[in-house]
């Protein structure tokens, strides 16, 4: 299989501040990597496409401006939440994988918002 | 956001027994994934299919891609303790890149 990694596995921020999630490909380069959402006891929604070298593509009703996707090298995308808020505290989780149609997701990423 | 029909959305069952689930769509998929999720991890890949009929193993997992193309089933032999958790589908509609996840299948087993 293929593994990915994500950091941090859990971050507690205030609201109003912001927070940077990476998202990492151990042992393969990924062109593409997804960014899901998972509220508790909900399945995965997914948030946006990140595009190694150009613009994320953002899911509707996914606002680009707060979740600022980041996806400089073929290992890494950064997913950052700008001006969290409560309602944003979720489970974050990334996917890749070598070819588009075998996704391998990383750990997870829990946002609690105060 | 679209999700896929999956059922049944919860089972207890006891240690030994066998566990089947399935996902149905209305539309066509090009590619079914099973995954197991436990709490406060991200989903694991248990099973790939990529092509309709297509009968994988995985241990005591088998997964079917269904022959018209829009359902897939899990089959879990003989379960165990830690096969607890969430079990997901995800379908890969034509003509697209993204993954439509069904929304889970909870099992707990009884020792």
Redesign the interface.
Known sequence: GAVVSQHPSRVICKSGTSVKIECRSLDFQATTMFWYRQFPKQSLMLMATSNEGSKATYEQGVEKDKFLINHASLTLSTLTVTSAHPEDSSFYICSAGKRVDEQYFGPGTRLTVT | ?Q?LNQSPQSMFIQEGEDVSMNCTSSSIF??W?W?KQDP??????LI?L?KAGELTSNGRLTAQFGITRKDSFLNISASIPSDVGIY?C?G?PSGT???I????TRLKVLA
């Open positions: 956001g999700q090009n590619t994934l995954y406060g991890e991200g989903p694991v890949l790939a990529y997901f995800a890969l890149y993204k993954y996840f069904g929304t889970g």
